[in-house]
């Protein structure tokens, strides 16, 4: 008697099944069997099934990094090219030593910006390093230099800081550290062109004032608590206007010439 009744049951839900299967294909003015029923009930589930395979799929295809990193070219522009805020700096390209330090910097305190810091509290060392490797590896166009506001003899000053330093005040000149090419020497040491003179202004001036660090030594602070407000602004007006060589990347320190050495001591060339 039991069996009967499950019988029963099972057939009157087949049953069911294939009255509304019947219905959907009377709307498109079908007529079917009972056995057809069944065939297109076991067809739309067969169709569920793929559709879910589908949809996992994309959700795996969209977990990637490039996904994750969207946060990021919200405000540093796609690719990480910087957007026409002249405020948030270019990333793409940067050294990936250099991109892992900053984040970190942020994470722990060194660096103050709320949004960043937000975004990176929860992150350990090597998902940082995951996401300095991807920005390093990319390199879309540069937009162009900035046109400059400063006088003559502002961008001069700047010109003579950047590339000769000052002797007097033991200030080194920026090239000694940041290359030549002024594009930087990887792993840790950034390129200072392409950037928005706001930016410069902003990193030199939070050095100077303390509230930007880096791993001690720190260089760049002895450096820039050294400049006068005047110097900021000459050196970031100059750099945000130079024209960018045809090869942007950074070099290799092991590609700098044989005496390359910095001028003063730097926590930051290690990881």
Same mark, same amino acid.
Request: hydrophobic share 40%; proline share 6%; with cysteine.
């Given at each position: 008697?039991?069996?009967?009744?499950?019988?029963?049951?099972?057939?009157?839900?087949?049953?069911?099944?294939?009255?509304?299967?019947?219905?959907?294909?009377?709307?498109?003015?079908?007529?079917?069997?009972?056995?057809?029923?069944?065939?297109?009930?076991?067809?739309?589930?067969?169709?569920?099934?793929?559709?879910?395979?589908?949809?996992?799929?994309?959700?795996?295809?969209?977990?990637?990094?490039?996904?994750?990193?969207?946060?990021?070219?919200?405000?540093?522009?796609?690719?990480?090219?910087?957007?026409?805020?002249? !405020?948030? %700096?270019?990333?793409? $390209?940067? *050294?990936?030593? &250099? =991109?892992?330090? +900053? #984040?970190?910097?942020?994470?722990? /305190?060194?660096?103050?910006?709320?949004?960043?810091?937000?975004?990176?509290?929860?992150?350990?060392?090597?998902?940082?390093?995951?996401?300095?490797?991807?920005?390093?590896?990319?390199?879309?166009?540069?937009?162009?230099?900035?046109?400059?506001?400063?006088?003559?003899?502002?961008?001069?000053?700047?010109?003579?800081?950047?590339?000769?330093?000052?002797?007097?005040?033991?200030?080194?000149?920026?090239?000694?550290?940041?290359?030549?090419?002024?594009?930087?020497?990887?792993? !840790?040491? %950034?390129?200072?062109? $392409?950037? *928005?003179?706001? &930016? =410069?202004?902003? +990193? #030199?001036?939070?050095?100077?004032? /303390?509230?930007?660090?880096?791993?001690?030594?720190?260089?760049?602070?002895?450096?820039?608590?050294?400049?006068?407000?005047?110097?900021?602004?000459?050196?970031?007006?100059?750099?945000?206007?130079?024209?960018?060589?045809?090869?942007?990347?950074?070099?290799?320190?092991?590609?700098?010439?044989?005496?390359?050495?910095?001028?003063?001591?730097?926590?930051?060339?290690?990881?």
């Amino acid at each position: 008697m039991m069996m009967e009744q499950r019988r029963y049951a099972a057939d009157s839900v087949l049953v069911g099944q294939s009255e509304r299967a019947r219905n959907v294909a009377s709307r498109f003015g079908l007529q079917i069997g009972l056995g057809f029923g069944l065939s297109l009930i076991l067809l739309m589930g067969l169709i569920t099934d793929v559709s879910k395979q589908a949809y996992a799929q994309t959700l795996v295809a969209a977990d990637s990094l490039q996904q994750r990193v969207k946060a990021c070219v919200a405000c540093h522009g796609q690719e990480g090219r910087a957007t026409t805020d002249g !405020f948030y %700096p270019r990333i793409a $390209g940067k *050294p990936a030593g &250099y =991109l892992f330090n +900053q #984040l970190r910097h942020f994470r722990d /305190g060194k660096r103050v910006y709320p949004m960043m810091t937000y975004m990176v509290t929860h992150m350990n060392d090597a998902y940082l390093q995951e996401i300095a490797d991807y920005f390093a590896d990319l390199n879309p166009p540069y937009a162009a230099p900035q046109t400059s506001q400063a006088n003559p003899a502002e961008m001069e000053r700047g010109r003579i800081l950047v590339k000769d330093g000052d002797a007097s005040r033991k200030l080194p000149a920026c090239i000694a550290c940041h290359g030549d090419k002024m594009t930087g020497i990887a792993p !840790f040491i %950034p390129g200072l062109l $392409g950037l *928005p003179r706001d &930016y =410069l202004v902003a +990193q #030199l001036g939070a050095w100077k004032t /303390g509230s930007r660090h880096a791993a001690s030594p720190d260089c760049m602070q002895t450096v820039a608590q050294q400049l006068e407000a005047s110097d900021i602004a000459a050196v970031s007006a100059w750099l945000a206007a130079q024209t960018l060589p045809a090869d942007t990347k950074a070099i290799k320190v092991t590609e700098a010439s044989k005496d390359f050495s910095l001028p003063i001591a730097c926590g930051s060339m290690k990881p």
